[in-house]
């Protein structure tokens, strides 16, 4: 039998573009057949390894267009979304702890991924706030005091550090950013090359 592809999917839960694309990215790995393995990033250090500004120190210009592109892919992608919310940019890291915490128990941790980035992008919570995450857990049908326990764990927050480290190795620069076959995929707006990519069965592009 073949084997089926499988993606890494390097992302933050308080990216923007990670939120506008959550659920084309669910769609594409239903039709694609293709396993997943979430690996939150720590975006501020990709963005250090890459030459990448963080929020509050890109040109005015930058944050414009951004502001732009958030109202497009909203309107494309049919997503409520708020262009300034109350609580960003904020610290994520509980949050994408608790991802890594799910994948490790075998749990598909894409509702909850959905829930909590609508807690920044539409429902104007501070998802730094464990209150905040363990409600998005609970709505979700998951034990969130259990989730958010383990999520202060060392081995967690080791793999954490890891996979951004391995993220920076596989180039990526922003969230999200899929991998296939060691080709990385930044950004919800070129899935469509990712799903060409999964359905054509070329081999990888190489940037020497």
Known sequence: MDQ?????YYFTTISSFAY?????FQELV??????VSYKPVQLGKVFAASGGLGFGDRHPARLRTRKLELQR???KRGLDMNLDPKYFPTNPALADCAVIVLQNRGIDPAPFM???MRCVWVKEQDIAQSDTVAHALADCGLDAASVLSDSGQQ???DLYETNTTDGIDLDI???PSPVY????FWGQDRFELLRDAITSGRPPYEAG
């Not at 089926?4 to 890494?8: E, N, R, S």
């Open 173 to 175: 620069i922003g969230s």
């Open 20 to 24: 506008l694309g959550h659920w084309a």
């Open 73 to 75: 892919w909203s309107a």
């Open 30 to 35: 239903k039709q694609t057949g293709c396993t």
């Open 114 to 116: 959905g829930e909590v």
């Open 155 to 157: 081995e967690i927050l």
């Open 4 to 8: 089926k592809p499988h993606i890494d």
């Open 181 to 184: 076959q060691g080709e990385a």
